[in-house]
């Protein structure tokens, strides 16, 4: 195997491409260290004709945001026959957008908060649903343009109507879930461990949180009930399958244990792109199940495909 061709896709054109660079380049250096040949291609709008030339045996999608994570890219590999790792063109487009993807995980019978979806312009000086709640685009990822609106506060936020704002006109307002910020990966058909995210200096996981050194700590396993463990993994691996995801993903949830052990457990959303960065999570359940992160990487290689 490890005299594949191996281009990793990174970077792009979306907020969230300094992320991509360094899961791209994370996962580049993994592959090389497995014995792949390996190009690194800064994904740009001749990404076809690029790849058209270089014809490798697998791409490896390190993309994140629309472009290279809502089914865009996907389509294109599909139409090169270049076989790609990660989820196909419809569980792409449907897990990046947050409507739909809610639609589904509902109809699967995974528990969700209650949400609507409106146009920016419509929001007034009146709050669209009770507070708290917040505000998500609906085609973003890494909490870009992600607002929660306090109990008490007297308005709606007024960055959603700035002309500031530059994540699309569509917007999700959904119910604040109390708790602990709980998350799980799928890797092919198996359920990860469950890893507590615990932002540090915040209650928000934002993006600093997220992606810089020390923005938050990561407690694998989460320190909670097993029934609990296992339910999450459980849901974990029912929205993948309902999605449609293929390879690795990873389900974020919020567990309300203020008031009994079992408390309430909410599906937020599900990442088809995960992050492969040093901060990131997948790699440190991967790592937590026994796969070093060169074997994870090398995975996700022996997986790909095309009709995905």
């Known amino acids: 195997m490890n005299d594949m061709h191996v281009a990793v896709l990174m970077g792009g054109f979306s907020s969230e491409r300094p992320v991509s660079l360094s899961s791209g380049n994370a996962c580049a250096e993994a592959l090389e260290g497995e014995g792949y040949k390996v190009t690194r291609v800064d994904v740009d709008r ?5 790849l058209a030339s270089l014809r490798p045996d697998v791409a490896f999608n390190a ?11 996907q389509g294109v590999l599909e139409y090169l026959e ?45 709050h669209p649903i009770a507070t708290p709640y917040v505000v998500k685009p609906v085609r973003e990822g890494s909490s870009f343009g992600v607002v929660i609106v306090k ?35 799928v890797m092919g058909d198996v359920a990860l461990g469950v890893t507590e995210v615990i932002p540090n200096g915040d209650a ?15 407690v694998i396993p989460a320190q909670i009930s097993p029934n ?16 449609g995801c293929r390879g690795v993903s990873r389900s974020d949830f919020r567990f309300d244990d203020r008031f009994s052990e079992d408390g309430e457990v909410i599906w937020l959303e599900i990442n088809t792109q995960p992050g492969m960065t040093p901060t990131s999570l997948v790699p440190e359940m991967a790592v937590h199940a026994g796969h070093t992160f060169g074997g994870l990487v090398r995975w996700m290689v022996e997986d790909a495909s095309c009709l995905r």
């Open 151 to 185: 109990e008490g506060q007297s308005h709606p936020p007024q960055i959603i109507t700035s002309p500031e704002w530059k994540y699309g006109s569509q917007v999700m307002v959904e119910r604040y879930v109390y708790g602990r910020e709980l998350t799980c990966g």
């Open 82 to 126: 270049i076989p790609y790792t990660h989820s196909g063109v419809l569980a792409s487009a449907l897990a990046m957008d947050k409507q739909q993807a809610k639609h589904v995980a509902k109809a699967a019978g995974i528990p969700v908060a209650e949400a609507k979806v409106m146009d920016r312009h419509e929001f007034t000086n009146e």
């Open 46 to 50: 001749d990404v076809a004709a690029v």
């Open 63 to 73: 993309l994140h945001g629309p472009f290279g994570e809502d089914g865009t890219i």
């Open 228 to 243: 609990i463990y296992q339910k999450i993994q459980s849901l974990a691996l029912e929205a993948h399958r309902a999605m």
């Open 204 to 218: 928000f996981y934002d993006y600093d949180a997220k992606y810089a050194v020390g923005g938050s700590s990561h």
